[in-house]
């Protein structure tokens, strides 16, 4: 039997046959159902075995197949009045999994299992408390022979052991941000792994660890929410504003149009003076430059760059402190894309930094006023918005929203001329 060397069509065939037989519900269980694993030959698996011209396919299947069955690997079940000439289905021959297994130099789902349940159960043991959920819930899938989630391959070991490294990283405390080009070759070595393992990263982190509040972003957003970001950001600030570092003092209004502040640099500032009368943050960066060349002379402004991220959240909190003990009567203004996500970054913005930020040309008369700059949306778009109108504190967004469905237009923050 040891010696039986198996072709490609015989190999097909009973890997077929263990694919079907470890997907089966009962797959480890220890009373199995009576019912066989099983094999249908029709044109839908096997289109050639019923060749209208040409029988070469289905007389070598017939002959390799009745080699496995005289080897007590399957079983054969012709069709009636037709044996030894068409077949109607073959069935695995549970009884010799073990060969089998060894013929195929295949590994069964229950050693690829264990052997992911043990390297899992290993890493767990350093795992931050973030990933307590995620080791718990997997492991017990493991132990049940479960369906697992995408990213968890039994069998891709050496994958797997990439994608804890990833997912350990993730919740690593850091002071700055770190590229992820830097990050990557830290962990693997190789400076695009991590780009390669990101969306299987995400997808865990989004499933098994994050709160609804800190997936409010896209995948890059949700990264740079611990600092792991494509290169280094810089916060474009511009306006009345002097701040004092370590190693010296800078007064904002000196740099025109703007001045680009490292994370790690407005991390560390502290406010000395700012005679600001208001604070803007602007959602994209050409919106951005076009307010500081219309827009009154006392403002400060902010590009917020879509999703904030914490150095950002953390300068306006420092400013919005300083203001509130020195110049309490300046306000706080968001401008925005009028859209889904506009109304998304502004709920995100004031939840997460505990600021009111006043929208500002983000309502009904200013999307009429653009409206031949609009965008059409669709059904599945009209829904989201809907959604919007049931939460109290988007109240203020509601009679724009309600605009925008009945035009059924949204509005990009590009297109608004100030």
Not at 11 to 28: T, V
Request: hydrophobic residues 35%; proline residues 5%.
């Amino acid at each position: 039997m040891h010696k039986l060397k198996l072709s490609n069509l015989q190999k097909e065939i009973l890997n077929n046959l263990l694919d079907r037989y470890e997907k089966r519900r009962d797959y480890g269980a220890r009373q199995k159902s009576s019912r066989r694993t099983m094999l249908k030959i029709d044109t839908h698996s096997f289109p050639d075995y019923y060749h209208v011209s040409d029988s070469s396919y289905r007389l070598l299947f017939n002959s390799e197949a009745q080699q496995l069955e005289q080897e007590n690997l399957i079983t054969l079940d012709w069709e009636r009045f037709n044996e030894g000439e068409y077949l109607e289905r073959i069935a695995l021959n549970e009884n010799n999994l073990e060969v089998i297994y060894g013929l195929l130099e295949r590994r069964s789902k229950k050693e690829l299992y264990r052997s992911a349940a043990q390297i899992m159960e290993k890493w767990s043991e350093s795992a931050p408390p973030e990933l307590e959920h995620f080791y718990s819930s997997v492991l017990a899938d493991l132990d049940q022979l479960k369906a697992l989630p995408a990213p968890i391959k039994p069998g891709r070991e050496e994958e797997l052991i990439q994608v804890l490294q990833g997912l350990h990283a993730f919740f690593e405390p850091r002071k700055s941000e770190i590229p992820k080009r830097l990050l990557s070759v830290r962990l693997y070595g190789n400076s695009k792994r991590w780009q390669e393992l990101e969306r299987s990263l995400v997808e865990i982190l989004k499933t098994y660890c994050l709160s609804e509040n800190e997936t409010d972003g896209d995948q890059t957003e949700i990264l740079a929410e611990k600092g792991i970001v494509d290169n280094p950001t810089h916060i474009n600030l511009s306006g009345p504003l002097i701040i004092t570092t370590k190693r010296g003092r800078v007064d904002l209004s000196a740099f025109y149009p703007d001045l680009g502040l490292s994370s790690e640099m407005a991390k560390e500032m502290q406010v000395e003076a700012c005679e600001a009368e208001a604070v803007i943050t602007v959602e994209n960066k050409t919106s951005f430059y076009h307010y500081l060349y219309n827009a009154p002379a006392g403002h400060l402004v902010l590009y917020l760059g879509g999703y904030h991220n914490p150095p950002r959240r953390e300068l306006l909190q420092k400013l919005y402190h300083y203001l509130q003990d020195n110049n309490p009567w300046a306000g706080f203004y968001h401008w925005g894309d009028l859209d889904f996500g506009g109304i998304t970054i502004w709920y995100n913005l004031v939840k997460k930094t505990g600021i009111f930020f006043q929208p500002i040309y983000m309502d009904v008369e200013t999307y009429l006023k653009h409206l031949d700059q609009g965008q059409p949306f669709d059904e599945n778009y009209s829904y989201k918005l809907e959604q919007l109108l049931t939460n109290p504190a988007l109240e203020i967004f509601h009679p724009l929203i309600q605009k925008m469905l009945e035009h059924k237009m949204r509005l990009e923050q590009e297109a608004v001329a100030l």
